[in-house]
């Protein structure tokens, strides 16, 4: 009998799908949570998405995520613990126990957390300890001290950890496909202008990466972040990286310009209770599956813009022409608060000059006398 090779049946290196990592921005604003939690508690919200976080993860084995918390004083890592140690449990000789007592937690609690997958198992633990740790350390004068979230700060971070990773996985499958992950990564977003071929000329290769942002802060909270998560919104834009936004409550500006710049997908839930079926039917498929699904479309997208000089969402401002600063009203003295560059206002504000309506002259005739009215027709005498 011949020897039967299976080599066939199993992808290749070449041919395998190109994972994907998704980083997650949680809000965890107090004061926006205590607001929903006769109706979505942020424990529930949690279960949900670390639910969420499973499912992307068994898509592909390679898959990879990211979770950032995005709170009133600072933005935190969840997952992974950056610069964290985990805690081992050792024994009495101080020995490290080997029946799955790792990663901060008793030995009873690993043991009966057996059976669970090792990486939903990790990223559970890891949110949950860095979470409770989080809202721990926030006393009562930070809560009290601001009512807005440092969204801008958590998107820089998703923006690092992204570069840092994909760095990683370009030199980890060999530097040259790094070029050949940026172009083909605009094919792969939906309304993206790639160019159909690449460097390797296969459309798989790179580390597909995108941002899923969980807010339920209002847009007038985080006026005053307008430059810097601008400046986030167009590295993304610049990286072909969507960023995707469920609003759990109202809705907010600036995150509506960032999820229609990136081609990401854009929902404000009427229903907060339902977040893991949001979560799983529109933001779980990928780059590679959008292509061929018809995504949720927002049209009504509010393009307002913050001024630089009380942070208010304006409908019509000052612009000044050096450096595109936004203001709400006329700046003092003239001068750009950004670049101190002197603007000519002219006479703004002052009332509008009369001019009275010239009269039209008739004109003379050549003799000086007002001319004859038209003759009337005569009809011709017959003979």
Same mark, same amino acid.
């Given at each position: ?8 049946? =199993? ?106 997958? %090792? ?158 079926? =949001? ?31 009380? %942070? %208010? ?43 009275? %309506? ?26």
């Amino acid at each position: 009998m011949n020897a039967v090779d299976a080599s066939e049946h =199993y992808a290749t290196g070449a041919n395998e799908p190109a994972p994907s990592l998704l980083t997650i921005v949680l809000d965890t604003n107090p004061h926006a949570w205590a607001l929903l939690e006769e109706t979505l508690p942020l424990s529930k919200a949690v279960a949900n998405i670390l639910v969420f976080i499973n499912a992307h993860l068994a898509c592909n084995y390679a898959n990879e995520v990211a979770v950032v918390a995005s709170h009133s004083q600072q933005a935190a890592w969840l997952y992974p613990s950056h610069g964290q140690q985990a805690k081992i449990s050792t024994d009495a000789d101080g020995d490290i126990v080997m029946n799955g007592g790792l990663e901060d937690g008793s030995s009873s609690r690993s043991a009966a957390q057996a059976n669970k997958y %090792r990486p939903f198992r990790v990223v559970e633990e890891q949110v949950t300890r860095n979470l409770e740790q989080l809202l721990a350390t926030t006393s009562a004068s930070d809560v009290s001290a601001t009512t807005s979230t440092m969204m801008a700060g958590a998107l820089t971070l998703a923006l690092s950890h992204i570069n840092r990773q994909t760095l990683a996985w370009a030199e980890a499958h060999g530097a040259a496909k790094l070029d050949a992950s940026t172009a083909t990564s605009a094919e792969l977003v939906p309304g993206g202008t790639g160019s159909g071929t690449s460097a390797s000329g296969n459309s798989a290769t790179g580390l597909q990466s995108r941002i899923l942002i969980i807010s339920v802060s209002s847009s007038t909270d985080s006026a005053h972040q307008y430059i810097p998560i601008m400046n986030a919104i167009f590295a993304c834009q610049r990286l072909h990286v969507p960023i995707d936004v469920c609003k759990l409550s109202g809705d907010a500006v600036f995150l509506q310009q960032a999820s229609d710049a990136t081609k990401g997908v854009y929902m404000s839930l009427t229903e907060p209770r339902g977040l893991l079926q =949001y979560l799983m039917m529109a933001f779980l498929p990928d780059q590679r599956s959008r292509r061929h699904l018809v995504l949720p479309a927002r049209v009504d997208v509010d393009f307002r813009a913050a001024c630089f000089c009380h %942070r %208010r969402v304006v409908d019509v401002g000052f612009v000044c022409s050096i450096c595109l600063s936004i203001f709400c009203e006329p700046p003092e003295n003239g001068d750009c608060l950004t670049c101190g560059t002197h603007l000519e206002l002219g006479d703004y504000g002052a009332k509008p000059a009369v001019v009275a %309506r010239k009269k039209k002259k008739k004109k003379a005739r050549t003799n000086g006398t007002p001319g004859a009215g038209t003759p009337t027709p005569v009809a011709t005498p017959g003979r």
